[in-house]
């Protein structure tokens, strides 16, 4: 079993940023690639960014591409997610997530889920 927490959202003006913080507990959490979803109301939750356990390498979404960073850190058990840049579009709720396959873009993909944290971008 993992557990996930979420934190470090906020609301932010256009053009801000904002670092989301991962923090894990339970199995060895540096065997589980990670993800970082966002749900904005209304719409299906959908990937952002990922990192992969083995490789540590990492792939994003075209819509974030060039401002969101994901990064590790794994003797703390964290991951985090920086957003620079940040448009109104990336108002959403933002959920970090892991799986024990190298990859993944689909929600189907990842076994354990956090709670969520809220991100709104004012324009």
């Known amino acids: 079993q993992v557990q996930l927490v979420e934190s470090g959202g906020g609301l932010v003006q256009a053009g801000g940023s904002l670092r989301l913080s991962c923090a894990a507990s339970?199995?060895?959490?540096?065997?589980?690639?990670m993800g970082w979803f966002r749900q904005a109301v209304g719409k299906e939750r959908e990937f952002v960014a990922g990192i992969s356990w083995k490789t540590g390498s990492t792939y994003y979404a075209d819509s974030v591409k060039g401002r969101f960073t994901i990064s590790r850190d794994n003797a703390q058990n964290t991951r985090y997610l920086q957003m620079d840049s940040l448009k109104p579009e990336d108002t959403a709720v933002y959920y970090c997530?892991?799986?024990?396959?190298?990859?993944?873009?689909?929600?189907?993909?990842?076994?354990?889920w956090g709670q969520g944290t809220q991100v709104t971008v004012s324009s």
């Open positions: 997530a892991a799986t024990p396959l190298l990859s993944g873009r689909s929600v189907l993909e990842y076994s354990y």
């Open positions: 339970g199995r060895t959490f540096s065997s589980y690639s």
